[in-house]
């Protein structure tokens, strides 16, 4: 059974930095796509970054530059190093994982199969 477990959220200043893990049990494979999302209040949810089993990544326009999508193979945990953070990076933030490499293709796809539960992100001003 596979199951995505986010942590490292929590409440920081503008100009601060985060890392944000997804412990990904019983997701397994050598081909993957994962992907960082996030959702404000009363906003849609919008892809952040994405990273595929061949190391290509996406980054939304709002975070290039300031955050980093990565993976621990030997951990198999996603991560997302945020730097300069600022208070429209407040949001719950989500990990997904797929096996389907195409879901990689665009960061506004979410038809993933698995999903965590969210780590809430709030950045002051």
């Known amino acids: 059974q596979v199951q995505l477990v986010e942590s490292g959220g929590g409440s920081v200043q503008t100009g601060g930095s985060l890392r944000l893990s997804c412990a990904a049990s019983g997701f397994t494979g050598s081909r993957y796509c994962m992907n960082w999302f996030r959702q404000a209040p009363e906003k849609e949810r919008e892809g952040v970054a994405t990273l595929d089993s061949s190391g290509n990544t996406r980054y939304a326009d709002s975070v290039k530059g300031r955050f980093t999508i990565s993976k621990d193979n030997t951990k198999n945990t996603l991560y997302l190093q945020m730097n300069s953070l600022k208070p429209e990076d407040t949001a719950m933030y989500y990990c997904?994982?797929?096996?389907?490499?195409?879901?990689?293709?665009?960061?506004?796809?979410?038809?993933?199969?698995?999903w965590g539960q969210g780590t809430q992100v709030t950045v002051s001003s």
């Open positions: 997904a994982a797929d096996w389907r490499l195409w879901v990689c293709s665009s960061l506004t796809n979410m038809d993933y199969v698995y």
